[in-house]
């Protein structure tokens, strides 16, 4: 499985990105891909989930500090995976990465055995 993320860039605080990660190799709607996850890490910190999805698209998962600001969507015919990010602020900036995981497991949580390159995202004030 190969995982090539875009979309990030410049852009002043309460403005709005949206990421792509293309998915290559699989089909999005095959069954040991279980979760399509967004991770970000900022300089000097852990790298952190942000949002998932699960394979059937029906159950997410958007950490508290970004909750109604981002939005984690899929579409199987494009087999892309998107974070809508809005109102962004200085402390979104990081470097954003998608992962694949394909065990049902802990859910969202646990190993994600697929990572894309990552895509910056610096956010101004």
């Known amino acids: 499985v190969q995982l090539q993320a875009s979309g990030g860039g410049l852009v002043q605080a309460g403005g709005s990105l949206r990421l792509s990660c293309a998915v290559s190799g699989r089909t999005l709607s095959d069954y040991d891909l279980y979760v399509m996850g967004w991770f970000r890490q900022a300089p000097g910190k852990e790298r952190e989930l942000v949002s998932a999805i699960i394979r059937d698209g029906g159950s997410t998962y958007t950490r508290d500090s970004v909750k109604g600001r981002f939005a984690i969507s899929r579409d199987n015919a494009k087999n892309t995976v998107y974070l809508q990010m809005n109102r962004l602020k200085p402390e979104d900036t990081a470097v954003y990465y998608c992962?694949?995981?394909?065990?049902?497991?802990?859910?969202?949580?646990?190993?994600?055995?697929?990572w894309g390159q990552g895509t910056l995202v610096t956010v101004s004030s």
């Open positions: 992962a694949a995981k394909l065990s049902s497991a802990g859910v969202f949580y646990g190993n994600y055995e697929y």
